[in-house]
């Protein structure tokens, strides 16, 4: 496979991680921290970054997707048994996906390197 389509994936397969470990078990559910709210603000962060990058021209597009993303996931968790949907932790993805989003769009925006590099990857 070529790089760039790996580049490409990778918001993708950061999607679908974040989908299994919010809709799976809590036995089966990675932990990185001991702070979940910390978890989902840095995996929304990250993934709002990343789809910020690789569509730079559509910043309302990915915040709307990302915050999508949040909802959604919390709403299927108000019909599974053993999870448990809140508005805190739909706040603390939705941060997370926000602050990732604007920090890329920021980046984009102060270091004309970074897309240039974006730019030769996409």
Avoid: N, Y
Avoid at 23 to 40: N, T, Y
Avoid at 46 to 68: D, E, M, Q, S
Avoid at 90 to 118: D, E, H, M, N, Q
């Amino acid at each position: 496979m070529k790089p760039r389509f790996l580049l490409r994936l990778l918001p993708w397969l950061l999607l679908g991680f974040i989908v299994f470990a919010t809709l799976s078990s809590l036995e089966m559910r990675p932990r990185i921290s001991h702070s979940a709210h910390f978890e989902r603000f840095t995996a929304f962060w990250l993934l709002g970054f990343l789809f910020a990058a690789f569509h730079p021209r559509r910043i309302g597009t990915v915040l709307l997707f990302v915050a999508g993303v949040a909802v959604g996931l919390e709403l299927v968790q108000l019909v599974s048994a053993d999870r448990h949907a809140r508005l805190g932790d739909l706040l603390v993805k939705i941060a997370g996906g926000v602050c990732g989003v604007l920090l890329c769009w920021l980046t984009l925006r102060v270091l004309p390197g970074f897309r240039s590099l974006l730019a030769r990857m996409t």
